[in-house]
């Protein structure tokens, strides 16, 4: 996937976010909650992403209960989010991890 296009995704994911809570409010609450405040977080601090996994199918129709939150960012959107939310909310997912947080 283009750099160029993740702004776009990103912004079309937004409107999603609300049915996604809906959704995974009875099955998964923490993560609809997490998506939608890291949705919003990313859009504040400028960085492009890329909802994929469960939350992703959802928008497009398909009812699947996820545990996790996927995104994809480009090189420089992870720098920047690793800048801005490392430490301030999130965290490495383990020791050494340079690509998977948690928070």
């Known amino acids: 996937m283009f750099a160029s296009n993740l702004h776009v995704l990103s912004k079309r994911a937004n409107p999603f976010l609300g049915a996604a809570v809906r959704l995974f409010g009875g099955k998964s609450e923490r993560v609809s909650h997490a998506m939608a405040k890291l949705a919003r977080s990313l859009d504040k601090a400028g960085i492009d992403y890329c909802v994929m996994g469960g939350n992703a199918l959802h ?6 209960a996820t545990t996790d939150v996927d995104v994809l960012m480009t090189p420089e959107g992870l720098s920047k989010f690793v800048e801005t939310h490392v430490g301030r909310g999130y965290a490495p997912r383990f020791k050494g991890a340079k690509t998977k947080f948690r928070n």
């Open 59 to 64: 928008a497009h129709g398909y009812e699947r």
